[in-house]
């Protein structure tokens, strides 16, 4: 066997050859898997860090658009009005109000918490969660930053009550742009970690997954391990983690159970602004995986999106082992297929990296030729694959951004025409015009809400041809601009044929596209804007919601225009009343006490032009003793202390004459006016002072005698109130007495002989049993008459007469005695009587008024005696108030149910002991009440408030004699309108003779 000689010719050459032939493919194979891996890991950085914008871009959308509704949402004018209206009127007001927050939470249930509407102190008024109602937030960066900024704000994400929620709040402003309160949204934070895993599974791979934090590197989502959700990254110092898990945006427990110790994906993330692009592991995974990071616009947070590494690097090792198989084949091979087989596998492999390198420069559109089926074919095959899906992501998202863009700048456009047009019609004109430009768009029409007929009228400015249909019933159920009209809901269709909504020029297509949007505010319809579009399913949900903000937009500006045009409408009513007023009117700039603007009225008094009288000053024209009384009023009202003031002064005319003036002066502030200035309205009353200095002489001469006379009158009004009183109580005490007496004589004749009767008839009804025992076959005349008289029945029927007449007798018994007891005409002097017989009288002798009657329901008397000494007094006298009180109270009652037939009239009639020299009598009843300025005069003689013939005026003013001046007592009144009224007697006991007391 031959020995293998390295020196030889054949050796060398075989040597050579292979060196030629393995070198070459050996260097290909290295410089073709690095530039497969940089491609690879350039494609892959570009891709995460595409994913990572994307997921990014979705969540700035998501916050934006919160905040752009809680925005909209806080200018509602029912939001507005309830937070500028007092507690009362908030009070009915909230019904409404609870109503439109309900509204709002119903938008989204499952992500919407609640909403709260804030005061400025920082109290929560209303809440959807009612257990939040009343809770003080002034403490909170969502009540505190709207109202130092003015501008909506987002909180940080926080854990509480098992919840991570993050709060979107804007302030309310009026209608003077000042900030009275804020509306706060609460909404689940789960929205983010939903954003979070939408962009994960777009990606399409199952070792890809996106990742969100905050400021602090927090955890806020996680697209693969949502139990590391609230933890840091790598342990925070001890007051930094207890900050923030005192503010709930930090997981409670230990450093340890707080975070996770991952330093090198934090200082990845503190280069991200030089380097997107890092490496890291992920919790406990070995495995190093490939990062992309980016911030959000609208938050301080960090969109993270990893994938493994040796996923995208698979090929490189595939590709590896192929090559190097490959080169022992050619090895073994002659060294000419070995030289040719380097060469066809290095060229095709130097094409796919230039490819890769022009891809991952910028031009998206390079492919690479699919020329064989080997691995380098299949290479380039899955490089294709991944650029397309790449250029597709790529293209979804400059088309979503091209979709926001336009939808902002649509409802900025509108917003700013919003602001600064007040013609409604130049402000649809130029709405119209804009969405036409903006989403280009030629059927755009708003129609306007005629209340009166209850149609929908096209607008249609004067450079555009009316369209067709101009008017639409609200009632018909084939328009969808009448449906969107009468649901206040937007509606929207997608035909397949055609449909004549309105003929445009050019015809329509086989497809068209229609959106209708009710423009409502504060509930009120005021339009619809009708969009439409010559292709089917034209418009994506984002559009949709563009055009809801625009509906809302749009109902604002022309609300505003209405609510200018009835300010300029005032403002022209003002000017005319100013100018043609018949007294003297005047503005005053309060700098220089400068007269800039006077009508005709005033310049007349002072017989001035007045194009004269504005080159004077108030202190030139007013007459010098009165300047400086003036200013010091003046001062107060500058400063505040009061709102206006109104004086009597003088002034002087241009012929140097004094001219009296009746002034008042009002303090005016206008926004558009730097400083304030000051209306002052005068009227001339020179005659009327010259003729009230000729009278006051003489009026001093009879003021005394004038007060003689009052003092005359009082006390005669007061003897003829006393002599009325006497005489009545004398005249119906002795009409009382001689009624009871007469009435009480024939009943005791009655009662006296109803015993005997009774005994009368048992012995006649004994007699009849013993005639019917002894005789019981009488003849036949007595049997008929007894059959027509029916005695059995007559028997038994005299019997309940005679006792009927008892009842009746003893009543009336009962009824004289309480008309004695209540002339007491044998108790002229002052004696110790029971206040409750006195009372309880007056209850017997008012028996009648008290009872079911028609027309007049049963007044019922509840009484609540405790129990009293006897007390000294005019029993007879106290009666008679009783009775005029209790009565007052009846006649309340009966009007008071006149006007309410289901009210339940009630008396309440109550005694107590003050003290051991006191006692009180109280009389309520749940009448009509009184006013106070009745309340006030019901005492005074001869007031009355009942209709004529009804009453004298008497009867309290006299109570109130008997109670005050002859018992040394008081008599007051307490009552509220609609409520009823209290009488409140009290009486001193004098000699008290007490009740004997038991042992």
């Given at each position: 066997?031959?020995?293998?000689?390295?020196?030889?010719?054949?050796?060398?050459?075989?040597?050579?050859?292979?060196?030629?032939?393995?070198?070459?493919?050996?260097?290909?194979?290295?410089?073709?898997?690095?530039?497969?891996?940089?491609?690879l890991?350039?494609?892959?950085n570009?891709?995460l860090?595409?994913?990572?914008?994307?997921?990014?871009?979705?969540?700035?959308a998501?916050?934006?658009?919160?905040?752009?509704?809680v925005?909209?949402?806080?200018?509602?004018?029912?939001?507005?009005?309830?937070?500028n209206?007092s507690v009362?009127?908030?009070?009915?007001?909230?019904?409404?109000?609870?109503?439109?927050?309900?509204?709002?939470?119903r938008?989204?249930?499952?992500?919407?918490i609640?909403?709260s509407?804030?005061?400025?102190?920082?109290?929560?008024?209303?809440d959807?969660n009612?257990?939040?109602?009343?809770?003080d937030?002034?403490?909170?960066?969502?009540?505190?930053?709207?109202?130092?900024?003015?501008?909506?704000?987002?909180?940080?994400?926080?854990y509480?009550a098992?919840?991570?929620?993050?709060h979107?709040?804007?302030?309310?402003?009026?209608?003077?742009?000042?900030?009275?309160?804020?509306?706060?949204?609460?909404?689940?934070?789960?929205?983010?970690?939903?954003?979070?895993?939408?962009?994960?599974?777009?990606?399409?791979?199952?070792?890809?997954?996106?990742?969100?934090?905050d400021?602090?590197y927090?955890?806020?989502?996680?697209?693969?391990?949502?139990n590391?959700?609230?933890?840091?990254?790598?342990?925070?110092?001890?007051?930094?983690?207890e900050?923030?898990?005192?503010?709930?945006?930090l997981?409670?427990?230990?450093?340890?159970?707080?975070?996770?110790?991952?330093?090198?994906?934090?200082?990845?993330?503190?280069r991200m602004?030089?380097?997107?692009?890092?490496?890291?592991?992920?919790?406990?995974?070995?495995?190093?995986?490939?990062?992309?990071?980016t911030?959000?616009?609208t938050?301080?947070?960090?969109?993270?999106f990893?994938?493994?590494?040796?996923?995208?690097l698979?090929?490189?090792?595939?590709?590896?082992?192929?090559?190097?198989?490959?080169?022992?084949?050619?090895?073994?091979?002659?060294l000419?297929?070995?030289?040719?087989?380097g060469?066809?596998?290095?060229?095709p492999?130097?094409?796919?990296?230039?490819?890769?390198?022009?891809?991952?420069?910028?031009?998206?559109?390079?492919r690479?030729?699919?020329?064989?089926?080997?691995?380098?074919?299949i290479?380039a095959?899955?490089?294709?694959?991944?650029?397309?899906?790449?250029?597709?992501?790529v293209?979804?998202?400059?088309?979503?951004?091209?979709?926001?863009?336009v939808?902002q700048?649509?409802?900025?456009?509108?917003?700013e025409?919003?602001?600064?047009?007040?013609?409604?019609?130049?402000?649809?004109?130029?709405?119209?015009?804009?969405?036409?430009?903006?989403?280009d768009?030629?059927?755009?029409?708003?129609?306007?809400?005629?209340?009166a007929?209850?149609?929908l009228q096209?607008?249609?400015?004067?450079?555009q041809t009316?369209?067709?249909p101009?008017?639409i019933?609200?009632?018909?159920?084939?328009?969808?601009?009448?449906?969107?009209?009468?649901?206040?809901?937007?509606?929207?269709?997608?035909?397949?044929?055609?449909?004549q909504?309105?003929?445009p020029?050019?015809?329509?297509?086989?497809?068209?596209?229609?959106?209708?949007?009710?423009?409502?505010?504060?509930?009120?319809?005021?339009?619809?804007?009708?969009?439409?579009?010559?292709?089917?399913?034209?418009?994506?949900?984002s559009?949709?919601?563009?055009?809801?903000t625009?509906a809302?937009?749009?109902?604002?500006?022309?609300?505003?225009?209405?609510?200018?045009?009835?300010?300029?409408?005032?403002?022209?009513?003002?000017?005319?009343?100013?100018?043609?007023?018949?007294?003297?009117?005047?503005?005053?700039?309060?700098e220089?006490?400068?007269?800039?603007?006077?009508?005709?009225?005033?310049?007349?008094?002072?017989?001035?032009s007045?194009?004269?009288?504005?080159?004077?000053?108030?202190?030139?024209?007013?007459?010098?003793d009165?300047?400086?009384?003036?200013?010091f009023?003046?001062?107060?009202?500058?400063?505040?202390e009061?709102?206006?003031?109104?004086?009597?002064?003088?002034?002087?005319?241009?012929?140097?004459?004094?001219?009296?003036?009746?002034?008042t002066?009002?303090?005016?502030?206008?926004?558009?006016?730097?400083?304030?200035?000051?209306?002052?309205?005068i009227?001339?009353?020179t005659?009327?002072?010259?003729?009230e200095?000729?009278?006051?002489?003489?009026?001093?001469q009879?003021?005394?005698?004038?007060?003689?006379?009052?003092?005359?009158?009082?006390?005669?009004?007061?003897?003829?109130?006393?002599?009325?009183?006497t005489?009545?109580?004398?005249?119906?005490?002795?009409?009382?007495?001689?009624?009871?007496?007469?009435?009480?004589?024939?009943v005791?004749?009655?009662?006296?002989?109803?015993?005997?009767a009774?005994?009368?008839?048992?012995?006649?009804i004994?007699?009849?049993?013993?005639?019917?025992?002894?005789?019981?076959?009488?003849?036949?005349?007595?049997?008929?008459?007894?059959?027509?008289?029916?005695?059995?029945?007559?028997?038994?029927?005299?019997?309940?007469?005679?006792?009927?007449?008892k009842?009746?007798?003893?009543?009336?018994?009962?009824?004289?005695?309480?008309?004695?007891?209540?002339?007491?005409?044998?108790?002229?002097?002052m004696?110790?009587?029971?206040?409750?017989?006195?009372i309880?009288?007056?209850?017997?002798?008012l028996q009648?008024?008290?009872?079911?009657k028609?027309?007049?329901?049963?007044?019922?008397?509840?009484?609540?005696?405790?129990?009293?000494?006897?007390?000294?007094?005019?029993?007879?006298?106290?009666?008679?108030?009783?009775?005029?009180?209790?009565t007052?109270?009846?006649?309340?009652?009966?009007?008071?149910?006149?006007?309410?037939?289901?009210?339940?009239?009630?008396?309440?009639i109550?005694?107590?002991?003050?003290?051991?020299?006191?006692?009180?009598?109280?009389?309520?009843?749940?009448?009509?009440?009184?006013?106070?300025?009745?309340?006030?005069?019901?005492?005074?003689?001869?007031?009355?408030?009942?209709?004529?013939?009804?009453?004298t005026?008497?009867?309290?003013a006299?109570?109130?004699?008997?109670?005050?001046?002859?018992?040394r007592?008081?008599?007051?009144?307490?009552?509220?309108?609609?409520?009823?009224?209290?009488?409140?007697?009290?009486?001193?006991?004098?000699?008290?003779?007490?009740?004997?007391?038991?042992?």
């Open positions: 066997m031959r020995t293998f000689q390295l020196s030889s010719l054949r050796s060398k050459l075989i040597v050579s050859f292979l060196s030629v032939a393995l070198l070459p493919l050996l260097i290909v194979s290295a410089i073709n898997q690095q530039a497969m891996q940089q491609a890991i350039a494609s892959a570009q891709s860090l595409a994913t990572a914008s994307q997921t990014a871009l979705s969540i700035d998501f916050i934006a658009n919160n905040l752009n509704a925005r909209v949402e806080s200018q509602l004018p029912l939001v507005i009005r309830y937070l209206s009362e009127d908030r009070n009915r007001q909230r019904a409404d109000a609870e109503a439109v927050l309900r509204a709002l939470n938008k989204d249930t499952l992500n919407i609640s909403y509407l804030i005061t400025l102190d920082g109290i929560t008024v209303l959807t009612i257990g939040e109602i009343g809770s937030r002034s403490h909170q960066d969502y009540f505190q930053r709207p109202i130092s900024s003015g501008l909506p704000f987002v909180s940080p994400v926080r509480s098992q919840t991570m929620s993050i979107f709040s804007s302030p309310v402003r009026n209608a003077f742009g000042e900030i009275t309160g804020v509306l706060a949204l609460r909404y689940n934070a789960n929205a983010l970690q939903r954003l979070i895993n939408q962009n994960t599974q777009i990606f399409g791979r199952r070792d890809a997954f996106a990742i969100l934090l400021e602090n927090v955890r806020l989502a996680h697209g693969y391990s949502t590391s959700i609230l933890k840091s990254l790598v342990p925070l110092p001890t007051l930094k983690r900050q923030l898990q005192a503010e709930g945006r997981r409670p427990g230990s450093s340890e159970e707080a975070s996770t110790n991952l330093p090198q994906f934090q200082a990845g993330l503190e602004a030089t380097l997107p692009f890092f490496q890291t592991h992920i919790a406990d995974s070995r495995e190093l995986k490939a990062a992309a990071a911030r959000l616009e938050m301080p947070w960090v969109v993270v990893v994938q493994s590494r040796s996923s995208f698979a090929p490189i090792r595939a590709q590896f082992y192929q090559t190097l198989g490959l080169g022992l084949a050619i090895a073994l091979a002659v000419a297929v070995a030289v040719a087989m060469q066809w596998l290095a060229q492999l130097l094409h796919l990296t230039s490819i890769m390198t022009r891809f991952t420069a910028g031009n998206l559109k390079a690479a030729q699919v020329a064989s089926q080997d691995e380098t074919g290479l095959a899955c490089f294709n694959t991944m650029a397309n899906q790449l250029e597709k992501l293209q979804g998202l400059e088309e979503r951004t091209r979709e926001l863009e939808s700048a649509v409802t900025v456009a509108v917003s025409l919003s602001r600064s047009l007040l013609d409604s019609r130049k402000l649809l004109q130029d709405a119209i015009s804009t969405m036409q430009a903006l989403f768009l030629k059927d755009v029409q708003i129609y306007l809400f005629d209340r007929t209850q149609t096209a607008f249609s400015p004067d450079s009316p369209v067709n101009t008017r019933e609200i009632e018909s159920d084939m328009s969808l601009v009448a449906q969107a009209a009468r649901t206040r809901l937007l509606k929207s269709r997608s035909l397949k044929q055609p449909k909504f309105y003929q020029e050019g015809g329509y297509s086989q497809e068209r596209s229609q959106v209708a949007v009710p423009l409502t505010i504060g509930g009120k319809l005021l339009g619809v804007l009708d969009i439409q579009d010559r292709t089917s399913q034209r418009f994506s949900e559009d949709l919601e563009t055009f809801k625009l809302a937009q749009i109902a604002i500006a022309l609300e505003n225009a209405r609510l200018f045009d009835e300010i300029q409408q005032a403002e022209s009513r003002f000017r005319t009343i100013f100018e043609d007023a018949p007294i003297g009117m005047a503005l005053v700039n309060l220089d006490g400068k007269i800039f603007q006077a009508n005709l009225a005033f310049s007349r008094m002072l017989d001035y007045p194009e004269d009288l504005i080159q004077y000053s108030f202190v030139d024209l007013t007459y010098p009165d300047i400086d009384n003036e200013r009023i003046l001062n107060q009202l500058i400063s505040g009061i709102d206006k003031y109104h004086i009597e002064k003088r002034y002087i005319t241009r012929t140097q004459d004094i001219l009296w003036g009746n002034l002066v009002s303090l005016i502030t206008e926004k558009e006016r730097e400083n304030p200035y000051c209306l002052g309205m009227e001339n009353i005659k009327r002072k010259q003729t200095a000729a009278l006051q002489e003489s009026e001093t009879y003021r005394e005698k004038a007060q003689e006379l009052e003092a005359t009158l009082n006390e005669l009004q007061k003897t003829q109130t006393q002599l009325i009183q005489e009545k109580m004398s005249s119906l005490g002795q009409l009382v007495a001689g009624v009871a007496h007469e009435i009480n004589n024939p005791n004749f009655i009662y006296g002989n109803i015993t005997p009774s005994e009368y008839l048992q012995e006649m004994g007699l009849l049993q013993l005639y019917e025992q002894h005789y019981p076959q009488p003849i036949p005349e007595i049997v008929e008459r007894i059959e027509e008289i029916d005695l059995c029945f007559l028997i038994d029927d005299f019997q309940k007469v005679l006792a009927s007449m009842v009746g007798a003893e009543r009336i018994q009962k009824i004289v005695l309480s008309l004695r007891n209540f002339s007491r005409l044998d108790e002229a002097a004696k110790p009587v029971d206040i409750h017989e006195g309880d009288n007056s209850l017997v002798i009648n008024k008290l009872k079911d028609p027309g007049h329901p049963e007044i019922k008397v509840i009484k609540d005696y405790e129990k009293l000494p006897l007390v000294e007094c005019y029993a007879g006298q106290l009666n008679q108030v009783f009775m005029n009180l209790l007052n109270s009846i006649d309340a009652l009966e009007e008071t149910f006149q006007l309410n037939s289901e009210q339940k009239p009630t008396i309440w109550q005694t107590r002991s003050i003290n051991s020299t006191e006692i009180q009598i109280q009389i309520r009843d749940n009448g009509k009440g009184m006013s106070e300025a009745i309340r006030n005069k019901i005492f005074d003689p001869f007031f009355t408030t009942k209709s004529v013939g009804k009453g005026g008497l009867g309290l006299i109570s109130y004699q008997i109670v005050v001046e002859k018992h007592g008081q008599l007051t009144c307490h009552s509220t309108p609609g409520k009823g009224s209290t009488f409140t007697i009290q009486i001193p006991i004098k000699s008290v003779l007490t009740l004997p007391s038991s042992p």
